[in-house]
Every structure is written in structure tokens, then in C-alpha cells.
């Protein structure tokens, strides 16, 4: 699975032009279908259809959901829902408060807190990283009070810095999340970009350098999904799954 920009037209433009890249064995990827329709809800659980573009790597033959970066891997609620819940528990709610506020069952909202409190540290430790990265002048991070609350505030200051070095970046720190993770922020490994150039830890389109285009321009930004071991599978057409 690959994360890519939430500009439609710009992503099919990068598939046509042979821009986006197999993070298995570095080929080129070209249009492949589409994953299966699914229910995602928005902000007041307004519910919308998403059917994310699949790719095929002309190479190996792997094919790859192109997940937008405004959603997660197997997550029904857009990663703003998501990001705000985890906001809210740095801030000291409980999930009973959380649910209330947004409108999500109690158990998932519990569930997804325990899913990123188990990861938190790995979270925290690597956008502490990016922000100073991406700083020309990296503060350090004050304790939050959490190990979650610190994960938080650690991507908000990794977002703060990336929209400091690339002024055109319009992307909020939770659709950094989704993109450096390669959806996986939720999932039961996450996994990071790998690092490398100029671009602190971010993989372009193209292996350039150039400032990240965002939603609204032709180029899209993917990331490339890290291998923490073990052979990925063949075929990723499942990674749209169903999920809480």
C-alpha cells in the first residue's frame, strides 16, 4: 500500500507519467482497478463512498492500494476524526468524552486509544526526529504528561516544522501521520518511511527534492512503506480492509 495526495487528477497524472514507484522492488507503477468501495465517515459521522485507486508495479507485479492521505489503513473514520480523539486524550478526556464529542461507538474510540498508546513511544521517538529534521532550529519537546500526550505534541511539532521548510505545504499533522506511516498509525506494527536525501526521512514521486505539492496541484506526495522484516505480500489489495 502506498500513501498518496488527495488530489485525484494528480495521482492518475503520476500513474500515467510513471512517477510513483513500488516500494517492494523500486519499479514503476501503473493503473491496476480499484479497491473495493467502502463507508468512511467524516467529521458528525457524515458517511461518503472512497474506492482508492490500485496500482500494478510493472516489475514484480505486486499491486498496491493508493491510499489518500486523508484516511488511514482500515480505519472508517478520516484521519481528522482520528487525530482529534487523540488530541483529546492528550488532553486528559477519557473515552466515554472522546465518543460523546465525536459520535464514535465508546468501544471503538477505546480501542483505537489502546492501539496508539501501545505505539506511542515508537510515534514519539520518530517525529521528535522529523521535527528536529525538518527545523532549521529544533526546540526541544517539553513533557506532555503522557507518553501518548507526548506522541501528540511530537506531530504537531514534525507538521509545524515541515509547513516552516515548505511554505507551500498545506497538509495538517495528522495527514503527516497518515502519510509518513503509510496508513499504518492505527495498525497493529507501524511502520515508517525510510530516511534518505535532503528530504529528511520523505520520499518523493520522483526521487527529487523539490518542495511537496500538495492537495489542489498535479503532483501528489506518496510515501514509501518500510520493511521491518519478513517478505511483503504479493498482492496488498486487502490493506483497504475492514476496520474499526
Known amino acids: 500500500m502506498l500513501t498518496v495526495g488527495n488530489n485525484t487528477a494528480g495521482v492518475e497524472e503520476l500513474l500515467g507519467d510513471g512517477l510513483l514507484w513500488c516500494p517492494c522492488c523500486g519499479g514503476r507503477l501503473g493503473g491496476w482497478g480499484h479497491a473495493a ?45 482520528i ?23 465508546e468501544d471503538t474510540v477505546r480501542g ?30 517539553d513533557p506532555a504528561g503522557s507518553v501518548l500526550a507526548d506522541a501528540v505534541v511530537a506531530v504537531a511539532a514534525a507538521a509545524a516544522a515541515a509547513r516552516g521548510r515548505w511554505p507551500a505545504l498545506t497538509v495538517s499533522g495528522w495527514e503527516l501521520a497518515a502519510v509518513v506511516t503509510a496508513g499504518s498509525l492505527l495498525s497493529p506494527s507501524v511502520c515508517f518511511v525510510r530516511a534518505g536525501g535532503d528530504a529528511a526521512g520523505l520520499s518523493w514521486p520522483d526521487g527529487s527534492t523539490r518542495v511537496p505539492l500538495w492537495s489542489g496541484t498535479p503532483a501528489g506526495w506518496h510515501s514509501r512503506r518500510a520493511r521491518e522484516g519478513g517478505r511483503e505480500r504479493r498482492d496488498s489489495r486487502d490493506d483497504f480492509g475492514r476496520g474499526g
Do not use: K, N, Y
Request: proline content about 7%; charged content about 25%; glycine content about 10%.
Open 37 to 81: 468501495r467502502r463507508r468512511v465517515f467524516t467529521a458528525g459521522r457524515v458517511p461518503v463512498a472512497v474506492r482508492p485507486r490500485r496500482a500494478r508495479c510493472g516489475s514484480c507485479g505486486v499491486t498496491h492500494v493508493l491510499l489518500p492521505s486523508w484516511l488511514l489503513a482500515r480505519r472508517c473514520d478520516e484521519v481528522w476524526v
Open 83 to 105: 487525530g482529534d480523539m487523540l488530541a483529546r486524550a492528550a488532553r486528559g478526556q477519557g473515552f466515554r468524552r472522546i465518543a460523546a464529542a465525536s459520535g464514535v461507538p
Open 112 to 141: 483505537r486509544l489502546r492501539r496508539f498508546g501501545s505505539a506511542a513511544g515508537r510515534v514519539r521517538e520518530f517525529f521528535t526526529r522529523l521535527a528536529g529534521d525538518l527545523s532549521p532550529d529544533p526546540v526541544p519537546l
